[in-house]
């Protein structure tokens, strides 16, 4: 029986893309393997919710020492630091995996003896993009740990996709390739759980094509995503490509009203705040089409889902988005309006046999790429690589 560590502060019953992918990759692995298992550290309260019950897995919740907004980071990440390394001391552990690298305070606090059998995975673009590129002092702090201190101790980087384990060469190890070197390279990615056994919703002609956008709108959100890019085409494209489309936004935050003001003359976009995930899931379900036109992305929860319910794909060509294209959909080139605007124009005069194609080829592209059995797989051959190199004995 193989023991492993998990650590994730996002997590179960929380609904934001975080929680749902790591619940995923848990329920992925125990489901498809009986000889492993799991603990699962986070300091996510249960709150009303019932905690999780299932054979070979454990769920440790640490309480939050500190509610202050800036420096109770810190505090909290201490102590989940002390938590860790004592923990892998007191416990046979074969792996530890810590699911982000959104926290290096506490990443740099771990002894040298858990970075052994220590494996973090890259999950989203906070710790890359973000860290890197944004100019706030949170990020600038994390980039300093990242380069300066964690990336020296490694010995396991994974990612979700390809793109970011370029990304981490480039930035967190900056080229160097004696460091990179010393690095082992994964890639575990996301994926659903249970995997879609949904009946797939024909198009039918002359009815919209239903599409679906979902993202944050805070300041880092909105930079992202590139929803300015998108609506600034709506506003190009003729009424005649319009009158095809219904388009639902699901999201929040200070720069939405930008996005309200570009659709006040379309006729063809509605704004949802937000919704629980089993209403997301059920949107995708009975639409046609999922839309991220982002300028820079990892291997994004909502698009897999869109695949994984069978909808057609407009994204644009960046990240893990890359992974999730072929014959499914339509690509177009980051910040290109024109580019967005001809995609637009293409889905619109597809027929119904093209369009359901389509979306029966976003379920095969999920089913040969990213359902749970290979991601779980994917998982347990890291874990027994980990297992052989670092020895079975106790850190």
Same mark, same amino acid.
């Given at each position: 029986?193989?023991?492993?560590?998990?650590?994730?502060?996002?997590?179960? %019953? =929380?609904?934001?893309?975080?929680?749902? !992918?790591?619940?995923?990759?848990?329920?992925?692995?125990?489901?498809?393997? /009986?000889?492993?298992?799991?603990?699962?550290?986070?300091?996510?309260?249960?709150?009303? !919710?019932?905690?999780?019950?299932?054979?070979?897995?454990?769920?440790?919740?640490?309480?939050?020492?500190?509610?202050?907004?800036?420096?109770?980071?810190?505090?909290?990440?201490?102590?989940?630091?002390?938590?860790?390394?004592?923990?892998?001391?007191?416990?046979?552990?074969?792996?530890?995996?810590?699911?982000?690298?959104?926290?290096?305070?506490?990443?740099?606090?771990?002894?040298?003896?858990?970075?052994? *059998?220590?494996?973090?995975? $890259?999950?989203?673009?906070?710790?890359?993009?973000?860290?890197?590129?944004?100019?706030?002092?949170?990020?600038?702090?994390?980039?300093?740990?990242?380069?300066?201190? @964690?990336?020296?101790?490694?010995?396991?980087? @994974?990612?979700?996709?390809?793109?970011?384990?370029?990304?981490? =060469? *480039?930035?967190?190890? *900056?080229?160097?390739?004696?460091?990179?070197?010393?690095?082992?390279?994964?890639?575990?990615?996301?994926?659903?759980?249970?995997?879609?056994?949904?009946?797939?919703? *024909?198009?039918?002609? %002359? /009815?919209?094509?239903?599409?679906?956008?979902?993202?944050?709108?805070?300041?880092?959100?909105?930079?992202?995503?590139?929803?300015?890019?998108?609506?600034?085409?709506?506003?190009? @494209?003729?009424?005649?490509?319009?009158?095809?489309?219904?388009?639902?936004? @699901?999201?929040?935050?200070?720069?939405?009203?930008?996005?309200?003001?570009?659709?006040?003359?379309?006729?063809?976009?509605?704004?949802?705040?937000?919704?629980?995930?089993?209403?997301?899931?059920?949107?995708?379900?009975?639409?046609?089409?999922?839309?991220?036109?982002?300028?820079?992305?990892?291997?994004?929860?909502?698009?897999?889902?869109?695949?994984?319910?069978?909808?057609?794909?407009?994204?644009?060509?960046?990240?893990?988005?890359?992974?999730?294209?072929?014959?499914?959909?339509?690509?177009?080139?980051?910040?290109?309006?024109?580019? $967005?605007?001809?995609?637009?124009? /293409?889905?619109?005069?597809?027929?119904?046999?093209?369009? /359901?194609?389509?979306?029966?080829?976003?379920?095969?592209?999920?089913?040969?790429?990213?359902?749970?059995?290979?991601?779980?797989?994917?998982?347990?051959?890291?874990?027994?690589?980990?297992?052989?190199?670092?020895?079975?004995?106790?850190?």
């Amino acid at each position: 029986m193989k023991s492993v560590l998990f650590y994730c502060d996002d997590f179960y %019953p =929380k609904n934001n893309g975080y929680a749902n !992918a790591y619940i995923n990759l848990i329920n992925s692995i125990l489901a498809n393997y /009986n000889d492993i298992h799991i603990t699962v550290v986070t300091s996510t309260e249960i709150g009303n !919710a019932q905690e999780l019950c299932q054979p070979n897995l454990k769920v440790i919740r640490i309480k939050k020492k500190s509610g202050l907004k800036f420096f109770g980071k810190f505090i909290n990440e201490y102590y989940v630091s002390k938590f860790i390394n004592r923990f892998a001391i007191e416990n046979k552990t074969d792996m530890i995996f810590v699911e982000t690298f959104d926290q290096p305070f506490m990443l740099s606090l771990l002894s040298k003896k858990v970075y052994d *059998k220590m494996a973090v995975r $890259i999950h989203s673009t906070s710790e890359t993009e973000y860290t890197f590129f944004i100019r706030k002092f949170i990020y600038v702090l994390k980039k300093m740990l990242i380069t300066r201190v @964690v990336s020296r101790k490694l010995k396991w980087v @994974v990612s979700t996709n390809s793109f970011h384990i370029d990304f981490a =060469k *480039k930035y967190y190890f *900056k080229e160097n390739l004696i460091d990179i070197g010393n690095i082992n390279f994964f890639i575990i990615p996301n994926t659903i759980y249970p995997d879609s056994a949904y009946t797939i919703d *024909k198009y039918q002609f %002359p /009815n919209k094509i239903k599409a679906v956008i979902l993202g944050r709108m805070e300041y880092e959100g909105f930079i992202q995503k590139g929803f300015i890019d998108l609506f600034i085409a709506l506003n190009t @494209v003729s009424p005649q490509v319009l009158e095809r489309f219904e388009i639902t936004v @699901v999201g929040q935050g200070a720069y939405r009203h930008q996005l309200e003001k570009l659709s006040a003359k379309l006729g063809c976009v509605e704004f949802v705040d937000s919704l629980p995930h089993e209403e997301i899931i059920n949107k995708l379900l009975t639409s046609d089409l999922v839309i991220l036109p982002s300028r820079f992305e990892g291997l994004s929860m909502f698009a897999l889902e869109g695949l994984a319910c069978g909808n057609m794909c407009l994204f644009s060509r960046t990240g893990g988005l890359t992974d999730l294209i072929d014959g499914n959909g339509f690509f177009t080139e980051v910040q290109d309006i024109n580019s $967005i605007r001809d995609a637009l124009t /293409n889905i619109s005069s597809l027929t119904p046999l093209q369009i /359901n194609d389509m979306k029966e080829r976003s379920v095969e592209l999920y089913n040969h790429k990213f359902k749970n059995s290979l991601t779980a797989t994917a998982f347990m051959e890291l874990l027994q690589v980990v297992s052989i190199i670092s020895g079975k004995d106790e850190i």
